[in-house]
Each structure stands twice: as structure tokens, then as C-alpha cells.
T-cell receptor, first 111, second 116 residues
Framework: RKEVEQDPGPFNVPEGATVAFNCTYSNSASQSFFWYRQDCRKEPKLLMSVYSSGNEDGRFTAQLNRASQYISLLIRDSKLSDSATYLCVAGRGSTLGRLYFGRGTQLTVWP | EAGVTQFPSHSVIEKGQTVTLRCDPISGHDNLYWYRRVMGKEIKFLLHFVKESKQDESGMPNNRFLAERTGGTYSTLKVQPAELEDSGVYFC??????????????FGPGTRLTVL
């Protein structure tokens, strides 16, 4: 069973739409959670950390449900520049440095 | 501030040859990580250095892979001898020292390795 599972998409949405991504993680020992963004043939970049209380950064809202081992990302008012692959990530290990990545969800925002 | 750099950006070698990948972390970052993405699969953890010491190398696929970080600065990842299944993108990441808590990992642009 994969450590982190997420719907690969693709999601194709018009500008201004709201889109939601979900993922699940299999190991309850995971302690840190993130959404990374990866543009085509580029490196992953941290979009936001995810906390149980939920956190928001502008148009982006992330949520963690530890009981169901479920992580979500909501993007409101989509922009063309949001087109990318979104990677769901769980971390654990002695220094929480070992990251487990999902395969990514591809998003295309069209004008 | 310079980001994580990796060299080379691309490498094409034949099966059985040796390849050495280099990673220069962000200055002052004690933590250095290697990850790999094989075609069609997720990015997978290979190992974690804290300064010059290997903190966690449980993700290394086999003994054909050797990582070093002499002096606790840059790191090299050698594959010897390379096999076809080693093809993929090798990412390096670094982070500050964070004790027990996560610090953001900054990724380099990756080295795209193709083994023919």
C-alpha cells in the first residue's frame, strides 16, 4: 500500500473556479503534512504546511483529519498561474525529515 | 541567497557505467536529503545527512548507491554500476537544523539520469 494516495487528475477548471484536492496517508506515525507545488520539469516547492486546526493562506486552505488520515487542499478563485502538479506529502522520522510524497494531482486552469 | 544547486542537470550513461551526482545545499543548512523520482512513480526518499553524518539511509535501494557528504557541505551520490531501473530524476533538498521539528526542505532542480 502506498504511503500517500492522491487522485492524479487531471483537473481542468476555468479561471475563477474553486477546486479541491484530497489525499490519504497510510501510516498513523506520520507527524507533519504539507502540500507542495511542482511546475513542469521543475523542482517541488512548498505551498503550505497542513495543521489539524486547518490553515489558510490567501486563496488556499488546507485541512488535516488525523482520525481518518485525510488531507485536503482547497483553491478558491483559480488563476492561470495555479496550473501545476500538487503533491500531497507526509513526514516522519527522527527529525521528521523523511518525506513521503503522493504521485501528485495535475491541475490546469483555462481562461 | 543561492538555492540548492545540483550538477549535472542531465546525464546519459550506458548500463554498467558509473555516474556521480553532486548537490550543493543552501549555505548554513545542516540537513541534506536525496530523493528520486522514477518515471510514473512518486518522489521517494533515499537518505538524510545531518552535517557529515548519515541520519537515515533506509531509502537507499541497494549497495550500488553510495552517498557522501565530506566536511558537511556538498554531497555526492554515486551509482556504480548503473542499471536501467536507475533512470529517473534525482532531487536534493536541504533544510536548517530544526531539532525535533520539521523545517522546510528546499529542493534543487534535480539531475535527470538516463541509463541506456
Amino acid at each position: 500500500r502506498k504511503e500517500v494516495e492522491q487522485d492524479p487528475g487531471p483537473f481542468n477548471v476555468p479561471e475563477g473556479a474553486t477546486v479541491a484536492f484530497n489525499c490519504t496517508y497510510s501510516n498513523s506515525a506520520s507527524q507533519s503534512f504539507f502540500w507542495y507545488r511542482q511546475d513542469c520539469r521543475k523542482e517541488p516547492k512548498l505551498l503550505m504546511s497542513v495543521y489539524s486546526s486547518g490553515n489558510e493562506d490567501g486563496r488556499f486552505t488546507a485541512q488535516l483529519n488525523r482520525a481518518s488520515q485525510y488531507i485536503s487542499l482547497l483553491i478558491r478563485d483559480s488563476k492561470l498561474s495555479d496550473s501545476a502538479t500538487y503533491l500531497c506529502v507526509a513526514g516522519r522520522g527522527s527529525t521528521l525529515g523523511r518525506l513521503y510524497f503522493g504521485r501528485g494531482t495535475q491541475l490546469t486552469v483555462w481562461p | 541567497e543561492a538555492g540548492v544547486t545540483q550538477f549535472p542537470s542531465h546525464s546519459v550513461i550506458e548500463k554498467g557505467q558509473t555516474v556521480t551526482l553532486r548537490c550543493d545545499p543552501i549555505s548554513g543548512h545542516d540537513n541534506l536529503y536525496w530523493y528520486r523520482r522514477v518515471m510514473g512513480k512518486e518522489i521517494k526518499f533515499l537518505l538524510h545527512f545531518v552535517k557529515e553524518s548519515k541520519q537515515d539511509e533506509s531509502g537507499m535501494p541497494n549497495n550500488r548507491f553510495l552517498a557522501e557528504r565530506t566536511g558537511g557541505t556538498y554531497s555526492t551520490l554515486k551509482v556504480q554500476p548503473a542499471e536501467l531501473e536507475d533512470s529517473g530524476v534525482y532531487f536534493c533538498a536541504s533544510s536548517k537544523t530544526g531539532g525535533l521539528y520539521y523545517n522546510e526542505q528546499f529542493f534543487g532542480p534535480g539531475t535527470r539520469l538516463t541509463v541506456l
